[in-house]
């Protein structure tokens, strides 16, 4: 087996702005070309993604469309429905490049539940942003319509309904990844972050919340002793000064490097600070190396050891 590679697929690698299902599968068509690549490479994959749009969207769509014969969801149950659509998409494309690149190789998505502590202060504070971007007015008539939601501005892209996302404390399909790893098949797994559940003697209980999938694959990615953990997005590094003039783009960097700079609030709450959170927790935890790049960067990552490498200990090669 080669390196087993625990791949974070951001949004961009899923949405962009048609959030029809055709479109949504064409970008992921797009995103199956790029991911073929580790396997080409003679690497192990594990797939997750986000689910921010596509659960708030369906947030929505269950609010307009309910009556009393045919109520809402809860949203540990939107959460179960946006990881298998999604799954489904990404297990199609794949197969579809798999087949175009005349590989042999199963992939399969696991419908995952996610451990969470029912004390983590996260569900009285909701942080998570969800759904469509409004403006402000949006957002305004939103927030008159529903007062017990709660909106923020995110990242300056907009406003987004936020709803708590409890940090991972295990992941409850571990074993069944495992086995999917060890019969060389691609697992797509902790989709969504993945369905947010707490222990109550014998029963898992879903919960109201959103995991955030970084921190999610950053925990399977432990629990599956993985040799890296890669996450996709849009930018092909982690900068310092990030859009400013003096902006410095960090190749390899050390965890308390990083630390120092989330410390200065380099890195913006809801994008890129739990990506940087995530990539430190899994380095300091096992000792190996995370990467933040662009997804149409893997080729890059792969040949020459492109985007921001994560490591313990590090010489600064940053410009
Ligand atoms: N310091 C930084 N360095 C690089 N990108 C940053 C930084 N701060 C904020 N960003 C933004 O964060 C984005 C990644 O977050 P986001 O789009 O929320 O993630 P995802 O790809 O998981 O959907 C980048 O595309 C970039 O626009
Ligand atoms: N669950 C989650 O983190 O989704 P996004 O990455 O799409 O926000």
């Not at 109520?71 to 494309?93: F, R």
């Not at 490097?257 to 935890?285: C, H, W």
Request: charged share 20%.
């Amino acid at each position: 087996m080669g390196r087993k590679i625990v791949v974070a697929l951001g949004g961009n690698a899923i949405l962009s702005k048609d959030a029809s299902a055709a479109a949504q599968q064409r970008a992921l068509l797009e995103t199956a070309r790029q991911l073929v690549k580790f396997i080409e490479n003679g690497d192990q994959l594990i797939i997750s993604h986000g689910n921010g749009p596509q659960v708030g969207n369906l947030l929505l769509q269950q609010a307009a469309g309910s009556t009393q014969d045919n109520p809402e969801m809860p949203l540990d149950s939107c959460v179960a429905m946006t990881q298998g659509t999604i799954g489904y998409w990404m297990q199609n494309a794949m197969n579809q490049v798999i087949r175009e690149r005349g590989l042999d190789q199963a992939v399969a998505t696991v419908v995952t539940q996610v451990e969470v502590s029912s004390d983590d202060p996260a569900f009285g504070q909701p942080t998570k942003p969800i759904g469509p971007f409004m403006n402000k007015a949006e957002a305004d008539l939103a927030q008159k319509q529903n007062p017990e939601f709660k909106f923020i501005e995110d990242a300056g892209r907009g406003y987004r309904r936020v709803v708590p996302s409890p940090k991972p404390i295990g992941v409850i399909e571990t074993a069944a990844v495992n086995t999917l790893v060890d019969a060389g098949i691609v697992p797509i797994t902790v989709g969504g972050g993945g369905i947010p559940v707490v222990r109550d003697g014998n029963r898992l209980v879903g919960k109201e919340a959103v995991i955030d999938k970084d921190f999610a694959s950053e925990k399977l990615a432990e629990l599956i002793d993985a040799d890296a953990l890669i996450i996709l997005t849009a930018v092909d590094n982690i900068y310092v000064n990030f859009n400013q003039p003096n902006q410095k783009k960090l190749k390899r960097v050390s965890t308390v490097e990083l630390g120092r700079y989330i410390e200065q609030k380099q890195f913006a709450p809801g994008s890129m600070l739990p990506k940087v959170e995530a990539a430190v927790d899994f380095v300091n935890t096992t000792g190996k190396e995370a990467v933040v790049t662009a997804l149409d960067n893997i080729e890059g990552f792969i040949k020459e050891g492109e985007g921001t490498v994560i490591v313990k200990q590090s010489v600064s090669t940053n410009v």
